[in-house]
């Protein structure tokens, strides 16, 4: 028992020996789909939009008070002058009228101011009263006659406060946007309702910062609209926000619609199409992008060795197809396009082509 004891032992400790001078087995490569990047003719970069009318003034009451009816819903169509709101007209009301009892205050001032000069003038005229008190009657019907155009003014400016009791569409359009209800009280000069002037319509787009360079006013750009896939309409870029949206971080820009009016309404949604700047950019489909420390990235395969490694890129604008890569590759570089969430850093994979067929690596080729 003690020398079979002794044999295990010493069988264990060489066992544990050869095992220890052997490097641990890598597994086998995998089977990868990988795509070679390349850049073929100009690209387009498609951003999401809205189509908006060219003109969307904000309606508001030029005096402030409650509103007491409110005669437009979001969406009505409605004709130049049609009132759309009323305020409450007693207070304004009062407010009228008070300016009409100045005024005919006034009237009366300047009725005994009237007759006193007159009165003065005929003693002034006999000498029987001083030049000074002559002008200082004189002095006071003209004061009169002041305070009475000041009275007729002010007269003039409640009667159209009073008329400003009800707000009325500027231009014919269409209601985008309600901003108060009945019943509430409005500062003179707050939104009430937004109105889609009839006549021209835009698409409203953000573009990104990276693009900022390349998007500037007059660029030819196409219109695509969701309802009408594959049927695309001339546009120019008619205007970009001169700063970044502090939320977003995204510009605002307005593509005028040149051709094609009639076919579109009001909220339709559509896509903006852009071909690059001359530029030839590379492309790849979505499905080999993967994330690193929350930024973009792909599994680029080192060509002569198979392994593997996670390169943080710059993308474009996302479209259905696949993205717009600006920066992080280069022409000829080998992708992993399928799988990317299954891969480890350095590991080896075995590159296929969409027809999974093997892809000689460069080591081998050379051999």
């Known amino acids: 028992m ?44 498609a951003f999401a939009g809205e189509i908006r009318a060219r003109h969307e003034p904000s309606l508001a009451f030029q005096v402030g008070g409650k509103i007491a009816r ?7 169509r409605v004709r130049k002058g049609q009132v759309l709101a009323e305020l409450d007209p007693v207070d304004l009301a009062l407010q009228l009228e008070a300016g009409r009892a100045q005024q005919a205050a006034a ?37 009169a006659e002041a305070r009475l155009r000041q009275a007729k003014a002010q007269v003039a400016a409640f009667a159209n406060q009073a008329g400003y009791a009800q707000l009325r569409a500027s231009s014919s359009g269409v209601i985008a946007q309600r901003l108060a209800e009945a019943g509430q009280v409005v500062a003179a000069g707050q939104p009430v309702f937004v109105l889609a002037v009839d006549g021209e319509r835009e698409v409203a787009i953000s573009l990104p910062e990276q693009h900022g360079e390349d998007f500037t006013p007059g660029r030819e750009l196409w219109v695509e609209l969701w309802a009408t896939p594959g049927q695309r309409i001339k546009g120019r870029l008619r205007e970009v926000a001169p700063a970044a949206d502090p939320l977003t971080r995204t510009y605002a820009a307005r593509v005028e619609l040149q051709e ?108």
Request: with cysteine.
């Open 260 to 367: 094609g009016q009639g076919a579109v309404e009001l909220g339709q949604s559509a896509r903006v199409y852009a071909l690059a700047n001359g530029r030839r950019e590379l492309g790849l489909p979505l499905s080999a992008l993967h994330a690193k420390d929350g930024q973009p990235a792909v599994w680029r395969v080192d060509r002569a060795t198979g392994r593997v490694q996670l390169v943080p890129v710059q993308s474009g604008a996302y479209t259905e197809s696949g993205v717009p890569i600006a920066a992080g590759l280069k022409e000829g570089d080998w992708v992993v396009a399928a799988g990317v969430h299954l891969l480890l850093e350095g590991q080896r994979v075995l590159p296929v082509d969409r027809d999974n067929r093997p892809l000689p690596l460069v080591a081998s080729a050379q051999e």
């Open 2 to 45: 003690r020398r079979a004891r002794f044999l295990l032992i010493a069988l264990t400790t060489a066992v544990l020996v050869a095992c220890a001078g052997q490097e641990a087995a890598e597994p086998p490569p995998r089977p990868a789909l990988v795509i070679e990047v390349g850049a073929g003719g100009p690209q387009a970069s």
């Open 107 to 143: 009237e009366a001032d300047l009725a005994l101011a009237s007759a006193e000069l007159e009165r003065h003038r005929g003693l002034f005229e006999r000498q029987l009263i001083s030049r000074s008190l002559f002008e200082t009657r004189e002095a006071a019907q003209q004061a």
């Open 70 to 76: 409110r005669q437009a819903e979001v969406g009505d």
